[in-house]
């Protein structure tokens, strides 16, 4: 559909959940993968999933979180499938926690996976996409990216991070043909993250998702499904004069 067929691109966080439905949206468009990811089992799935769609596949088990560890992956995965032309930075951690709760452990937790993680694949990556002249970088953010959520306080400053690196990220790279968008997805069903969200939410008493729905616009909540088109249509060349973008995903849940 988008003309992306035998590129590469990088997921994190593709073992489960959303970033599993990024790989094999762009499987199906024919990208060859490199696949990142903690959770060594969900990680093996999804690059068998990935194969079976006739693309290449180099998974590995790797905590973005640790630099030195992306550094090894990425060059082992860079060497299999000749570098990388898309990088998308999706792993992240979210737990339920008001700052009144928070401690500087679970802080510092949240910040490394979510916002060095970012900093550390983006960096990895990225002297290969300088050379080549292009790249386009797509980072997940979420709608707590934008507006704080009621005991969200951690992940709500990773995710306005991650719109912000991804602001001066796109400054900075687009004289070098490397293009940085981020996309804002709202709530989104049939991932791990949000089975521990609704879990949470009934520990306290507050109403399921399925209550939100009715509040969405669209009067749906989302799929991965829904933030993996966004992704691959933000990372082909349709995207070409789009850079610094952060689109959201929401069902019109959130507008701004
Ligand atoms: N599900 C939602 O409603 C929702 C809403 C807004 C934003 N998002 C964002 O979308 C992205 C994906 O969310 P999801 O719901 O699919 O999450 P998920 O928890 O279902 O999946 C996250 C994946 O990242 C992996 N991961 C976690 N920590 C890692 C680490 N340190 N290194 C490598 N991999 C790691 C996990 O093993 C898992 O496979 C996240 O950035 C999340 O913040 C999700």
């Given at each position: 559909m988008y003309e992306i067929s035998g590129r590469s691109a990088l997921i994190t966080g593709?073992?489960?959940g959303i970033g599993r439905s990024i790989a094999l949206r762009l499987a199906a468009e024919g990208v060859n993968l490199a696949l990142f990811d903690l959770h060594e089992s969900a990680l093996g799935e999804t690059a068998g999933l990935a194969r079976s769609a006739g693309v290449k596949v180099a998974a590995h088990v790797v905590d973005v979180s640790d630099a030195a560890a992306v550094d090894t992956a990425t060059a082992d995965a860079g060497t299999t499938l000749g570098g990388f032309d898309y990088l998308v930075n999706n792993a992240a951690i979210s737990h339920r926690n008001s700052i009144i709760e928070a401690d500087a452990e679970h802080f510092g937790k949240v910040m490394s996976v979510n916002v060095w993680g970012v900093f550390n694949c983006s960096k990895a990556v990225l002297p290969g996409m300088l050379k080549a002249g292009r790249g386009s970088i797509v980072n997940i953010s979420s709608w707590a990216g934008k507006t704080a959520l009621p005991q969200y306080f951690a992940y709500c400053t990773s995710k306005f991070a991650v719109i912000g690196m991804t602001q001066a990220m796109a400054v900075d790279l687009g004289q070098h043909g490397i293009r940085v968008n981020a996309v804002c997805p709202g709530?989104?069903?049939?991932?791990p993250t949000r089975d521990m969200a609704e879990a949470e939410a009934r520990a306290r008493g507050l109403p399921p998702a399925s209550e939100r729905a009715k509040t969405v616009p669209m009067r749906r909540l989302g799929e991965p499904e829904d933030v993996a088109n966004c992704v691959a249509f933000l990372l082909s060349?349709?995207?070409?004069?789009?850079?610094?973008q952060s689109i959201n995903a929401t069902g019109g849940l959130w507008t701004n």
């Open positions: 593709a073992g489960l709530i989104i069903m049939n991932t060349d349709q995207a070409d004069y789009l850079t610094g």
